[in-house]
Every structure is written in C-alpha cells, then in structure tokens.
C-alpha cells in the first residue's frame, strides 16, 4: 500500500503545483475582476438577504429560503476541514498556510458566487423539489452532456468515497484519542450506521441532523472565539508569525513557501468548497426571485466558513503552541490545543462535536453521489452497489493512515475543481449579466429584484425554472 501512497502524492504534486493552484486562483482573479469585486462590494446586501423568508408558491408549496440554504450548507461545512483540516494545514505547510487559506477564501467567494448563480439559473424541476449543480448547467448551458457525466462520476467518488474516508478516519481518530476506542471498533459501527440509514430511513434522522449539527457548529464557534478573546494580547504575535512563514526569507530558502502555498489552498478549498462545484448542487435548490441572490448567500459562506472559523482552529493551534511535534497531526492536534486551554473536556468536547460533523457529512456525501447518479442513469442496481461501496469507504477510511485518505481526497477533489472550473469559466458571462442586472434593479430602488428567463433570450429555450 506504501507505493501506492507515494504514486498518489506525486499526481497530486504535478496536479496542485503546475494546474489547480494556478487555475483556482486565476479563475477567482478573474472573476472578482469581472464582477467589480462582488464578494467586497456587495458584502452588505449578502447580509441582508439572510431576512429573507422561506417563499410559498400558488399560497402553499413550501421552499428551501436563502436562510435556510445558507444555515445548511454552513453546516456541512463546519467540521472536518475546519477542526482536522487546519490542524493538517499547519502541519505539513506550517502557519503560513492560514495565509494562503484566507487569500484563497477572499478572491476565492467570487468563483463561489458564479457557479451558484449559474446552478440556479440552469436548475430544473424534480418531484419535491428544484434540481441543479454543474452537470445540469453542464448540460443545458454547454450542451456537453459528456462533460456532465465525467463531473457526475468525479463528484460521486469525490464525496462518495475520497471525502467519506477522510470523514471517517477524522471520527475514527478523535474517539481513540478522547475515549480511547480502537479505530476498526470505531470504524465498524459508523460504517454500519451509515449503511442503515442509506438503505433506508433517511428523513427521520436527517430532520434531528439539522437541528443538532447547527447548534453543534455554533457551541464549537463559541467555544473557540472565547479562547481567542482569552489570548487577545498574543493575537498579535500569532498573525505575525502566520504572515512571516508566508513570506519569511527562511521559509523561500527552505522551500516551505510552496509547501504553506498548496497546504493552505487545499485545505481552504476542502473546507470552504468554492469553485469546486459541490456546493451548487445545493445552492440550486433554494427559490429565490432571482439567481444572483444566492450567489451572493454562497459567497458570505465562503467567508464564513474560512475567515471565521477556520481562522478560530488555526489561532487555537498556535496558542497553544503544539503544532511543531511529530506525534500530533489532524484532529488529534486540535484536540490537544483544545486541552491545553480548557483542560480534557476540550478532547472530548471535539470527539462529540467531530461525530456529529462528520456523521451528517457522510449522509451528506453519500447524497451529492446519489443525486449524480441519478443524472447519469436511473437505474436502482447501480445505486445499491454504489451504497455498498460507500459503507465498505467508510470502513476503510476509519483503518486507513491520515496521509493516504488526505492524498485519495486531494486528487479527486483536484480532477473535480478542473472540470468545473473549465465549465464556469466558459458559462461565466451569465453570472456577469446576471449581477448587472441585479445591481441595476435595486439601483432602481427595486428591493427584491426578479429575474425572468425571457431577459435572456438567447438561452431562454434552457431555462426551465425562470
């Protein structure tokens, strides 16, 4: 297993050093330039659209709100990349990859922006409710159906499999060091867990999931602004050091430039997910009376996720001053940060907040897959073994080494963000014309702007829910 590990690590090497890191920070370039820096400019209205209430149609069909798709995806993003991927960051690329997780979170909530406001554009209608994400937008902007699968297959093993494993092995992890429980333990209940609800009975525990994991994220975004609140006057000699290993002379002379550089843009985007395309399979889900409006909430996610929480896990690593050990590495780092300000409760506390991040996540997961699944074929046999694969991923990932889970997700996570990045890139002028005419409408003191596909003519015959 040993070579197949270091075979992965050096595709991920060429695959981040020469095309990702170039492609992701100029795709986000060139969309904050294109749309006037909409992640700062309108960083007011992105607030405000937070009020907005969950719509009805014809007086009694509900839908998912701006809000409520804001609250959700917040959710699934709180956990794994915010508590173990920071500590990996910090690990392998040293403090200055935070640096290059905040650059990446700021230029990156543009490319965000476009990619949600084009799966709302792009969605359709399912039987409960909207349907979108880049296979769709793929399909109907592009008329590359081809394309559409190859995101569809990439996404499915991205979430189904890559990112289960990391989820897995993070739970795995955290239970043998707050309570000690073996790991293949650990790994087969979760695995078996997981298979359950798969197979069946999803509503029930999906229904008490968004209710715990949000109230989990906000005690973990409490409990971390207190400690940074605690070492306010060391604030300062953090940030320098985060900013120093960025661009200290030591770090050019030691290569660690380039290491802070990747860490800080993987790990940025496993946590925050923007120009991945990931999240607008859910963002296309949302009624709004306009697509931008939930660019605009995605883009606030963005910064949410990065600029606040994961800047709270970094600043708890660095106070606590752990992260130059060998032994400690992932969410076993954060755990001991946290013990080291609030003694053992803080292990345990992580443990019982990682297992409900991490659980929601892999049902969540495992439904980006299905959804993608189900554009690519309707065929059930394909979805049961697709099930199968996902609990036997599970079980793999809690028995697997932190580095081998890390490398299977950045690869695919890598090969996915292309794809979609070519796809927004060439469908991007959308998003612009959509902004403007946004912008124009509340310049109109229009305050809800609307959209109606008859705006645009030339792809009207594509449009389906507008």
Known sequence: MEWITHAINAINDILWTYILIAMLLGCAVWFSIKTRFVQFGNLKEMICLLGDSTAKIDGHEKHISSFQAFTISLASRVGTGNLAGVATAITFGGPGA?????????????SAFVEST???????????AYIGGPAYYMEKGLKKRWMGIIFAILITITFGFAFNSVQSNTMSAALDSAFQIEPLYSGIVIAILTSIIIFGGIQSIAKV???????????YICLALFIVLSNLSRLPDVIGQIVGNAF????????????????????GLFSNEAGMGSAPNAAATAHVTHPAKQGLIQALGVFTDTLLICSCTAFIILFSNLHGSDELNGIQLTQAALNSEIGNIGSIYVAVAILFFSYSSILGNYYYGEANIRFITGKTWILYIYRILVGGMVLY?????????????D???GLMAICNLIAILLLGKYAFRLLQDYRNQKRQGIKSPIFRKEQMKDIEQDIECW
């Open 98 to 110: 935070i640096f290059w997780m905040w650059i990446i979170a700021l230029l990156g909530a543009s």
């Open 118 to 128: 084009l799966a709302q554009l792009f969605k359709i209608k399912g039987k409960h």
């Open 209 to 219: 999931s968004s209710v715990i994991v949000p109230i989990m994220a906000l005690g």
């Open 248 to 267: 200290g002379w030591n770090q050019a002379v030691g290569g660690s430039i380039g290491a802070a550089l990747m860490q800080g843009i993987k790990r």
């Open 397 to 409: 990932g809690s028995l697997a080494s932190l580095r081998m889970v890390w490398n299977m997700a």
């Open 411 to 413: 690869l695919t996570m």
